[in-house]
């Protein structure tokens, strides 16, 4: 009996997902021995036209991470869906866009502005920048053509479940592997992870006062955090009541607020739902008051939306835009 085929990919996105299969350590073992990878390019050499070749649906399983963000990344993830039976969206920029959907706030030539001619640490006195067709000496030259806005994953390709995380923990991909080989996965489209929030786990939970009321907003730069207190309390934004639960919250643990990798748990906007706890939470007693406090929220789509702009109203898919 043949084993199970396994294909992993990687669009725009840090690598992270794919380094965080890794740190299965051993189970890596367990899980090579139990599957077949066809398709891993972070680890193996394989190559597209294989992919091809396998008829319809005979991959058992693609995790396929990063957000898509040009026609290369595009057309990998329509064949390797056209080729699986399940598709898992591997991490927060498939499942959300990720950081890389931030993006979606700026302008594209903007940018490409900022990261090819305008950076201090780049030297580009042609001024050039990306572009799908070239011509050097005679030579033509096609890249993949950059989207205007980055796509999370389901609004390309029909996505079977979603494993969030800025990477998945190795327990969490753990779990979704044995699962899916023992025939125990979910009913489709659920969310491989906890429905809780991350506070419902935090072990500063015990410290959290029974009103929060916040006079004032700082940095965690700005101030000794003490590593025992909810960090709401310390007027230190965490991202905690708006973020889904299960990533065993190693940033909490070495005194830093939660982020919000694990987007949110319950299908909502995150930004909207932590700016909605914040606004019970903040105590401003009059304009003067409440305009320092906003000032204290340096970065609001950074802070808010930082894994999660393309799921979210601020900056997801616009119907009828024209990408190319």
């Known amino acids: 009996m043949s084993k199970p085929k396994v294909a992993v990919s990687w669009n725009s996105s840090c690598g992270g997902c794919d380094e965080s299969i890794v740190d299965l350590e051993e189970k890596i073992l367990d899980v090579a021995e139990a599957v077949e990878f066809v398709l891993w390019p972070c680890a193996m050499d394989f190559k597209y036209e294989q992919i091809e070749a396998l008829p319809d649906e005979d991959i058992t399983v693609s995790l396929i991470n990063g957000a898509i963000q040009n026609t290369d990344q595009e057309h990998v993830v329509k064949l390797l869906r056209r080729k699986s039976k399940i598709v898992i969206a591997f991490g927060s920029c498939a499942c959300y866009g990720g950081v890389p959907s931030l993006l979606n706030l700026k302008n594209l030539d903007d940018s490409f502005r900022v990261s090819y001619t305008n950076s201090p640490t780049v030297i580009n006195e042609q001024g050039t920048v990306p572009s799908a067709d070239s011509e050097d000496d005679g030579h033509a030259l096609s890249l993949p053509s950059v989207y205007k806005s980055v796509r999370k994953l389901d609004d390309v390709i029909d996505v079977d479940y979603f494993l969030p995380g800025c990477p998945p923990t190795a327990s969490m991909i753990a779990s979704a592997l044995t699962a899916l080989l023992e025939g125990k996965l979910p009913e489709r489209k659920s969310v491989l992870a906890s429905n809780k ?50 990533c065993d919250y190693p940033c909490i643990k070495g005194n830093m607020p939660c982020t ?41 789509a950074g802070t808010f939306y930082r894994y999660s702009v393309a799921a979210s109203l601020l900056g997801g898919k616009r119907e009828g835009e024209e990408n190319e």
């Open 197 to 246: 929030s991350l506070c419902s786990s935090c072990s500063r939970n015990d410290s959290k006062p029974e009103t929060v009321s916040i006079k004032n907003l700082v940095r965690i730069h700005e101030v000794k955090a003490d590593p025992g207190l909810c960090f709401l309390a310390q007027g230190i934004i965490c991202m905690g009541p708006a973020t889904r639960d299960g």
């Open 260 to 300: 919000g990798c694990l987007g949110p748990f319950d299908r909502t906007d995150q930004g909207a739902k932590m700016t909605g706890t914040l606004g019970g939470l903040l105590e401003a007693g009059d304009e003067e008051a409440a305009k320092k406090m906003a000032d204290g929220i340096v970065d609001p």
